[in-house]
Nanobody
Framework: QVQVVESGGDVVQAGGSLRLSCTSS?????MGWFRQAPGKPREGVAC????????YYSDSVKGRFTVSRDDAQYALYLQMNNLKPDDTATYYC????????????????????????WGQGTQVTVSS
């Protein structure tokens, strides 16, 4: 079983930046970041292919967030700039065991493939 752990969540003022990190216990394929705010459905925020050459961003974060990975460290990152109060949520890291690529599930706000490994989440709070 692969263990996935997120870190880096914090309280930040609107307009500020945060960098989330995720480490896995072994090599994985496509990886993604999701978030969920209270009373709202889970949203696929960003994902990256196993090679790192292909990325996807939801419209709500495009141009502000950057996803990257360091396979030597079994790590995934999410650089978040120009944060807004609407970005407040618990952020989850997920990893795929087999699938190399990821993208959005049309019309749902979710990502595919069905990720196999999930972290416990890290809280991001953006104050206005």
């Amino acid at each position: 079983q692969v263990q996935v752990v997120e870190s880096g969540g914090d309280v930040v003022q609107a307009g500020g930046s945060l960098r989330l990190s995720c480490t896995s216990s072994k090599s994985t394929q496509a990886m993604g970041w999701f978030r969920q705010a209270p009373g709202k459905p889970r949203e696929g925020v960003a994902c990256i292919s196993s090679s790192g050459k292909s990325t996807y961003y939801s419209d709500s974060v495009k141009g502000r967030f950057t996803v990257s990975r360091d396979d030597a460290q079994y790590a995934l990152y999410l650089q978040m700039n120009n944060l807004k109060p609407d970005d407040t949520a618990t952020y989850y890291c997920a990893a795929a065991a087999v699938h190399r690529y990821c993208t959005a599930v049309a019309g749902t706000g979710d990502l595919k493939p069905d990720f196999d490994y999930w972290g416990q989440g890290t809280q991001v709070t953006v104050s206005s």
